[in-house]
């Protein structure tokens, strides 16, 4: 039985990935069994799709204060912890939101300055006048309605006003739904990182087309 519900699956994910992304999951599976290792997709998004500008009726979009974090931060489901918060803000980071009323349905996080990854003790790296997007976020009540989309780009129509090249991000190269999610967006692939832990040491090494959007990984700053 184990062996039947083990071959199911794998034929469920070659037709929703293909050979080559199932083949490619399973090998950092056994990879990651003895060591860490990843493959991070760099992403950059630079033109604004008029598909996604226009909210549903009675949404708004804009960036929250630290007031308005700090009051929907005490809301679990808002996924907003404190220390997270509180290094953010420390930063410079803004957060671009989406609300239903006074609800919050959807966010996004861009950052200029160095940004820890996981492993915490790594910061991504970018180039002057990029932006980078992460800690995406959808309650569950309010998702396949594209605010995720829409937000993201509102918020780059606002950095691209202010004078901003574009968008960077990164998905780990096995999470196919996200990359595919990313491409439905408009971003295009910058080049990839590789990233292994190796004696208790951290190693990385970004492929060239990373190199014009400044994309590298560095250990963090205390």
Same mark, same amino acid.
């Given at each position: 039985?184990?062996?039947?519900?083990?071959?199911?699956?794998?034929?469920?994910?070659?037709?929703?990935?293909?050979?080559?992304?199932?083949?490619?999951?399973?090998?950092?599976?056994?990879?990651?069994?003895?060591?860490?290792?990843?493959?991070?997709?760099?992403?950059?998004?630079?033109?604004?799709?008029?598909?996604?500008?226009?909210?549903?009726?009675?949404?708004?979009?804009?960036?929250?204060?630290?007031?308005?974090?700090?009051?929907?931060?005490?809301?679990?489901?808002?996924?907003?912890?404190? &220390?997270? $918060?509180?290094?953010?803000?420390?930063? #410079?980071?803004?957060?671009? !939101?989406?609300?239903?009323?006074? @609800? *919050?349905?959807?966010?996004?996080?861009?950052?200029?300055?160095?940004?820890?990854?996981?492993?915490?003790?790594?910061?991504?790296?970018?180039?002057?006048?990029?932006?980078?997007?992460?800690?995406?976020?959808?309650?569950?009540?309010?998702?396949?309605?594209?605010?995720?989309?829409?937000?993201?780009?509102?918020?780059?129509?606002?950095?691209?006003?202010?004078?901003?090249?574009?968008?960077?991000?990164?998905?780990?190269?096995?999470?196919? &739904?996200? $990359?595919?999610?990313?491409?439905?967006? #408009?971003?295009?692939?910058? !080049?990839?990182?590789?990233?292994? @832990? *190796?004696?208790?040491?951290?190693?990385?090494?970004?492929?060239?087309?990373?190199?014009?959007?400044?994309?590298?990984?560095?250990?963090?700053?205390?």
């Amino acid at each position: 039985m184990a062996v039947q519900q083990f071959i199911q699956k794998s034929q469920l994910k070659i037709r929703q990935h293909g050979l080559a992304n199932t083949a490619h999951q399973a090998l950092l599976k056994v990879v990651n069994s003895v060591l860490l290792f990843k493959i991070l997709r760099g992403l950059t998004l630079q033109k604004v799709d008029p598909r996604f500008l226009e909210l549903p009726a009675h949404y708004r979009g804009l960036f929250l204060s630290e007031a308005m974090l700090r009051h929907y931060a005490s809301d679990p489901r808002n996924e907003l912890p404190e &220390d997270f $918060l509180d290094a953010a803000l420390a930063k #410079g980071d803004q957060c671009y !939101g989406i609300f239903d009323g006074e @609800r *919050l349905a959807s966010y996004g996080w861009y950052s200029r300055k160095p940004t820890h990854i996981e492993p915490e003790v790594l910061d991504l790296h970018f180039a002057a006048g990029y932006v980078y997007m992460y800690k995406g976020f959808t309650h569950h009540d309010y998702r396949g309605q594209r605010l995720h989309a829409i937000g993201m780009n509102l918020a780059l129509q606002h950095y691209l006003e202010a004078g901003a090249k574009g968008l960077v991000s990164y998905v780990e190269s096995a999470n196919f &739904d996200s $990359l595919k999610s990313c491409y439905r967006l #408009g971003y295009v692939d910058t !080049g990839s990182i590789y990233l292994m @832990r *190796l004696f208790g040491r951290y190693l990385s090494f970004a492929s060239g087309g990373c190199r014009p959007f400044g994309l590298a990984l560095k250990p963090a700053r205390a």
